[in-house]
Nanobody, 120 residues
Framework: QVQLVESGGGLVQAGGSLRLSCAAS????????MTWNRQAPGKKRELVAG???????NYVDSVQGRFTISRDNAKNTMYLQMNNLQPEDTAVYYC??????????????WGQGTQVTVSS
């Protein structure tokens, strides 16, 4: 069973930076997409950034230009570089990998989440 482990969260002042990592316990084949998501208290979980197998990236408007998603296939690890963090970025951040299995079935793998807190 694939496990995803996030790290890199913490407390930072507004304007600061953090880099989140998401390490997979094994190589995941047939990846459909890899994403970072977040959930703030009292809010629904939202997609923050995604990266396709071909390297195409997309971001929610609120983080465009501040966050960068990337991956290192050799290390089975995905990253989220977060710059110019703001209090509204405070949330638990989750990584997600979507795999295409036999027959076209899409399977989700989620990490356990890492807390990011931005003070004003």
């Amino acid at each position: 069973q694939v496990q995803l482990v996030e790290s890199g969260g913490g407390l930072v002042q507004a304007g600061g930076s953090l880099r989140l990592s998401c390490a997979a316990s094994q190589t995941i084949s047939n990846i459909h997409a890899m994403t970072w998501n977040r959930q703030a208290p009292g809010k629904k979980r939202e997609l923050v950034a995604g990266i396709s197998p071909g390297g195409r990236t997309n971001y929610v408007d609120s983080v465009q230009g501040r966050f960068t998603i990337s991956r290192d296939n050799a290390k089975n690890t995905m990253y989220l570089q977060m710059n110019n963090l703001q209090p509204e970025d405070t949330a638990v951040y989750y990584c997600r990998v979507i795999q295409t299995q036999t027959g076209g079935l899409l399977v989700d793998y989620w990490g356990q989440g890492t807390q990011v807190t931005v003070s004003s």
